[in-house]
């Protein structure tokens, strides 16, 4: 595993230069992925070597076709039945698509019904939480340069909850993810094993062109309304196709949104370290100013424990993650370079000592309150 990296303060990251995407066909060294991309802040597309050897690589895709090996996914997946979460790609929910669960087995013979007759899909197989399902499995190594990831190895430690940033993602023809920018602002890379995802990405510092007065966002960049969004167009942008095999690393905060091209299975990871620590804590900071400003009416009637309580409740609600989270992800991570310092075993599985606080003692050590 590369070494973690510490670096939190940085300068001001600038987009303003950059003209186009990054394509390398070799993959690139550790100290070079992060000079050149994680530390500006920059997206690159990776070729097929990082992911030859994958299982998921090798028996997925049907050699003769390019296409997904459907016979060969339902006899290796669906032994037992297995519940997978999905999104109705035509139908949209808030700022996001309308989301269920179905069975796997039922997914799949309804997506290969749509591949043989060449109809474009609408359920999106997407978030599949695949290691966690099937951890015996091996359908891929996450690669060397994507191994320092704070966000993945805290969450597989974690005992009180049972989740993770490990997905996996299937869809025919025509599926696609609305415009987004992941969550917490976190890094993420998505490997493609079929099919071909069209990208469109958007650099950061550019927000106020995608909101309107009542904040809400553009969902659909092919379907945007120029009076709601006016300046929408002046957004800069850069628009990949991301062919199999092939590999993107999505920087921080850079707004994206993902069409499937063809039957796709891609995997990704969404991830966090010291070089974009800081993006993640800003964000987080702007997450919990908004909750303040909503709730400012109620703050009146609490104490100021109970009011930086109830913020970081709303927080977590809101934003899935809030100052304990964070606090416990850093220290999780310190008490494992510590204990690799020591010579100790710091595998996981391996009992790390969490040093848990509560939130409103991280405020106070934030200097956030009195
Ligand atoms: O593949 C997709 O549909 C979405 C992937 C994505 O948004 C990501 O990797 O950040
Ligand atoms: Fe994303």
């Keep these: ?13 600038d987009y303003s ?13 550790y100290s070079h992925f992060l000079k050149h991309y994680l530390e500006p802040n920059l ?3 990776i070729g097929p070597a990082l992911t030859a050897q994958w299982r998921a690589r090798q028996q997925w895709v049907s050699p003769q076709t390019g296409k997904p090996n459907f016979a060969q996914l339902r006899e290796q997946l669906c032994t037992e039945p297995v519940q997978v979460p999905v999104a109705d790609c035509q139908c949209k929910d808030f700022t996001d698509q309308k989301r269920s669960t179905m069975d796997l087995q039922e997914f799949l013979d309804e997506w290969e019904e749509h591949s043989r007759t060449n109809t474009p899909s609408r359920t999106y197989l997407k978030d599949f939480h695949f290691v966690k399902t099937f951890p015996a499995y091996g359908a891929y190594e996450t690669p060397d340069i994507f191994c320092d990831d704070w966000m993945n190895e805290f969450w597989t430690r974690r005992t009180d909850v049972d989740d993770d940033y490990r997905f996996v993602y299937c869809g025919g023809d025509g599926t696609f993810t609305p415009f987004h920018a992941d969550v917490y602002r976190s890094y993420s890379w998505s490997a493609n094993i079929c099919g071909v ?34 300046n929408f167009h002046k957004a800069k942008r850069f628009t990949i ?28 990871h969404n991830w966090c370290n010291g070089s974009n620590l800081d993006l993640l804590v800003e964000s987080m900071t702007s997450d919990l100013k908004e909750v303040e400003r909503e709730i400012d009416h109620l703050k009146e009637m609490m104490d100021q424990d ?19 989270t964070l606090w416990n992800m850093c220290n999780t991570i310190r008490a494992r370079v510590k204990m690799q310092q020591l010579g100790e075993d710091a595998s996981l599985g ?13 405020g106070r050590c934030l ?3 009195p």
């Design 241 to 268: 196709y991301q062919q199999p095999g092939h590999t993107l690393f999505v920087p921080s905060g850079w707004w994206h949104q993902v069409h499937n091209i063809g039957d796709t299975i891609s995997i990704n």
């Design 197 to 230: 995802k069209k990208w469109t990405l958007f650099p950061p510092n550019q927000e106020h062109l995608f909101q309107d007065q009542l904040h809400n966002t553009v969902y659909d960049i092919e379907n945007v309304d120029p009076i709601q969004f006016p």
């Design 43 to 45: 997206p690159v597309l």
């Design 17 to 29: 230069a950059v003209n186009g995407i990054d394509s390398l066909d070799t993959p690139p060294t």
């Design 350 to 362: 391996t009992s790390i000592d969490m040093l848990l606080q509560d939130g409103v003692e991280i």
């Design 1 to 13: 595993m590369p070494p973690t990296s510490t670096r939190l303060l940085h300068a001001t990251r």
């Design 367 to 369: 200097g956030f309150y």
């Design 306 to 324: 109970e009011w930086i309580e109830t913020c970081q409740k709303l927080l977590l609600l809101n934003s899935g993650w809030d100052w304990s």
